[in-house]
Structures are given as structure tokens and as C-alpha cells.
């Protein structure tokens, strides 16, 4: 197996979450009445197909990724959830914020050890200027679903032959 020295090769990235309230209605059709959140943690590529400006919705990190581990807070039953194929998102309800550790594991002919990712699950629609409360449920709806991503890339230094053919033939 041979690597390639010197170089570094990465894929864009986008990660984080978005978040609606529960309607009422939603609430009491739970098991868990002070649920308050419906939210969906994700990570995508933030790779374009070449001929689109459409960025994040292709979710091909599939061909490189071999799972992403979501390891969401102790309150919930099963807090670590494995996700081994697109989309690799988690969606779950709740009360709270708290930070998400993402673990991406990289295909076995990769040789890459898998990196961690650290997110900090919004729930709240806050504003600078506005009251420092946590917004009421009827006023964060009316402001609509809240969205928390961020841009990153993966880097690869020094990547097999082999894998860095699998990046660059997709
Ligand atoms: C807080 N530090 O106290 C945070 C913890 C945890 C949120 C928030 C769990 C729901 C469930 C849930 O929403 N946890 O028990 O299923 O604000």
C-alpha cells in the first residue's frame, strides 16, 4: 500500500442542526410531555455536483464514509446512535441544548483514523437585542425553524494511492 507524500486532499463539509417547536397537538401525541423541540443533527457534504449550485442536498459522503456516530446527552436511552449510511443525521424531540459529539469513521481502505466533531445542539431562535429568556414556545414559532450549521473540510495529509483514487474518481 502506497501513500502519497506531500499531499493533502479534503471534502467540504456542512454540519449542525435545525429545530422546530412542538405544536401542541405534537406534544400531546409524545410519551414525553415537556418535550418541547422536534430537531435533526446532521452532517453533509457541502460539495456541489459540478453542474449545480445546489450545495449539501447530494449527501454523497457516502463513498468515503463509513459511518458517523452521533453521541447525543445521557439523558436520552441509547445516547450513542450509529448512523452507517446516508443521510447521516439523527432526529429526536426534547427540552434542552447540549453538545453533540460527532464521530465520523472513514471506509476501511481509507487507513484513516476517524475524527470528532463537537456541536452545539440550538434549540432557541435567541436575539441580541431581544429579552434574554428563552423565547415562549408561541413566539419562537412564529420566528420559525432555527438552523445551526457550520462549514468545515476534512483534511487528508499523505492519503493511500488507492484512497485518494476512490476521492478523486467519484
Ligand atoms: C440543560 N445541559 O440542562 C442541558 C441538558 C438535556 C436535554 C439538556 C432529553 C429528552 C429526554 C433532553 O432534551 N435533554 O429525556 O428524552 O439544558
Avoid: C
Amino acid at each position: 500500500r502506497i501513500r502519497v507524500r506531500g499531499l493533502t486532499i479534503h471534502r467540504p463539509v456542512i454540519y449542525g442542526n435545525t429545530a422546530t417547536v412542538l405544536t401542541p397537538k405534537e406534544r400531546e401525541s409524545l410519551n414525553f410531555p415537556d418535550h418541547t423541540h422536534r430537531w435533526t443533527v446532521a452532517v453533509r457534504s457541502a460539495a456541489s455536483a459540478p453542474d449545480s449550485d445546489i450545495v449539501g442536498g447530494a449527501d454523497d459522503l457516502g463513498y468515503f464514509v463509513k459511518r458517523v456516530t452521533f453521541k447525543l446527552h445521557d439523558t436520552y436511552t441509547n445516547p450513542t446512535r450509529h448512523v452507517d449510511k446516508p443521510p447521516f443525521e439523527v432526529s429526536e424531540t426534547g427540552w434542552g441544548e447540549f453538545e453533540i459529539q460527532i464521530r465520523i469513521t472513514f471506509i476501511t481502505e481509507s487507513g484513516e483514523k476517524p475524527i470528532t466533531l463537537y456541536h452545539h445542539l440550538k434549540l432557541h431562535p435567541w436575539s441580541v437585542t431581544g429579552d434574554p429568556e428563552i423565547p415562549s414556545p408561541e413566539n419562537a414559532m412564529r420566528m420559525g425553524p432555527v438552523h445551526s450549521w457550520q462549514y468545515d473540510e476534512i483534511v487528508f495529509s499523505d492519503p493511500f494511492q488507492s484512497f485518494l483514487n476512490i476521492l478523486t474518481d467519484h
